[in-house]
């Protein structure tokens, strides 16, 4: 799909590279000549999917960190910045997430979540915002939120706030750092299976499925798919894109929320028997 070039002399760091989808977006960016830096909580990961990389001729580093922590974000940065000679281009798409009735959550529970996705996001962004703008670097920010995070969503209310205020820092400092040379972007995935999501968000035999069915195109994405995007995205030929959010969701989302879009279940006779009722004076 793309010139085997398109990232190449770009340093990318992604969170939570080691699983899932951040692993693809990594293995996405390195096939196209990006080197890649990974950061997650667990080492042993981390050095799996590193060696993993470098098998495929990628050039990658990894370093344990846990973006809820900004001390530890700093020395990965440091640490990716002697090796490397600076960063590029911020994945933030480290995530915590699951289904729960809101009401049986301790506050723990909650800062859980919103630990990992608003604040490890914005410590990470401040992190590397304020290095890019104090040497007058340019760079670029993807964040992988969600649809929900505008249409909100029961049983993962940690989750849903946290990642609407991740989609408001994004429209923010698209504005505030744009003239610094920043560029601010993300995703909002739909269905796109996973280890994590598997445990965390579908943990029953069946949810899954029901999640295929609330699809317009009938499945679920693959990693082939957001990881181009993510591709397209970070690269020089999406420079005039800023503050967007692109969605990848197969029509998911809005068919949830047109109004008549259950009549897609009715069949040829009842549409005929619909046309000869609404057509009768
Ligand atoms: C109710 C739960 C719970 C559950 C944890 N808690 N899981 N409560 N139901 N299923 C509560 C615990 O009881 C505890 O509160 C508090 O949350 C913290 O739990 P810990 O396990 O100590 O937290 P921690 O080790 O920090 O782990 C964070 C985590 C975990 C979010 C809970 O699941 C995690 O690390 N997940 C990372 C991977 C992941 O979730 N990926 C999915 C991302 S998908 P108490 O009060 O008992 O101490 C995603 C996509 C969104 O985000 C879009 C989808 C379409």
């Known amino acids: ?127 590397l915002g304020k290095r890019w703008i104090d040497s007058g670097q340019k760079g670029v920010i993807l964040d992988i939120v969600t649809t929900y995070a505008w249409t909100g969503s029961a049983f993962v209310v940690p989750s849903a706030a946290a990642k609407a205020g991740v989609l408001a820092l994004v429209r923010s400092l698209s504005v505030e750092w744009a003239p610094y040379g920043i560029r601010h972007v993300a995703i909002a995935p739909g269905p796109f299976p996973t280890q994590a999501t598997k445990k965390n968000l579908f943990p029953l035999e069946g949810m899954e499925e029901a999640l295929r069915e609330r699809v317009p195109l009938g499945r679920v994405g693959t990693m082939e798919e957001i990881s181009d995007l993510a591709a397209f995205l970070v690269s020089d030929g999406a420079s005039y894109i800023n503050g967007e959010v692109v969605t990848i969701d197969g029509g998911e989302w809005l068919k949830g929320a047109g109004q008549f879009n259950d009549l897609l279940k009715l069949t040829d006779e009842q549409w005929e028997i619909i046309k000869n009722v609404s057509k009768k004076r």
């Open 1 to 127: 799909m793309f010139r085997s070039d398109l990232l190449s002399g770009k340093v990318i760091l992604v969170t939570g590279g080691g699983t899932g989808i951040g692993r693809a977006i990594s293995e996405k960016f390195g096939s196209l000549g990006a080197k890649v830096a990974i950061i997650g909580r667990r080492e042993e990961v981390l050095k799996e999917t590193s060696e993993d990389l470098k098998k495929n001729g990628i050039e990658t580093l990894y370093h344990r960190c846990d973006i809820r922590n900004p001390d530890e974000i700093s020395k990965a940065v440091d640490y990716f910045n002697e090796k490397f000679g600076g960063i590029d281009v911020l994945v933030n798409n480290a995530a915590g997430n699951f289904v729960s009735p809101t009401h049986k959550l301790s506050p723990h529970a909650f800062d859980s979540v919103l630990n990992i996705v608003l604040h490890g996001t914005i410590y990470m962004t401040l992190d």
